[in-house]
């Protein structure tokens, strides 16, 4: 993502890249430890609870992502602070179950340590989130096209989620 006229990455978005990128390597056998040591020092350089705090969902699961798959001396921490703000964002409706199925499904976990949620309490709200037409992300500004991805994250996570039960 570049930023408007500056032609420099947003901070938040090489976070969210970064953090998810280095959580998938680190969940392979192939990577070099270098790699995954220069993601730690600048993902453990960014984390601050006030990232996660109040909704800020490219945050959490960057940090998510990463801490759950790369042993780092926060991950104890921080996936404490990001499972309590999924859950706070799930609650508050800030967040969509789709959107916590999405983190949960990049993290390779059932659930984010601090959070109390349920797989049945997702699979109800991913239910109450599909349209008529069979699909999720009906409220989408991109329209149809800005559907695919939404719907791809909640069938994909639908059976994890059963799994759980």
């Given amino acids: 993502g570049q930023a408007e006229g500056g032609g420099a990455e947003r901070p938040e978005a090489r976070l969210f890249g970064s953090g998810r990128i280095a959580g998938l390597l680190g969940r392979t056998r192939c990577v070099r430890p270098a790699v995954l040591g220069d993601a730690s020092e600048f993902l453990a350089e960014l984390w601050a609870p006030e ?5 800020h969902w490219g945050a959490i699961t960057g940090f998510a992502n990463f801490f759950t798959n790369v042993h780092h001396d926060l991950s104890d921490a921080a996936l404490q602070w990001c499972g309590r703000e999924i859950e ?8 969509e179950a789709g959107v916590v199925a999405r983190v949960l499904m990049d993290c ?33 500004a991109g329209g149809l096209p800005a559907r695919i991805e939404p719907t791809l994250d909640a069938v994909s996570s639908i059976p994890r989620l059963c799994a759980g039960l």
Avoid at 88 to 95: M, S
Wanted: cysteine-free; aromatic content about 6%.
């Fill in 108 to 140: 390779d976990v059932s659930m984010l340590p601090g959070a109390t949620l349920s797989p049945m309490e997702i699979l109800e709200g991913l239910l109450s989130e599909q349209a008529r037409d069979g699909g999720w992300g009906e409220l989408e």
């Fill in 88 to 95: 706070r964002g799930f609650r508050t409706r800030a967040f």
């Fill in 51 to 55: 990232r996660v705090e109040g909704g």
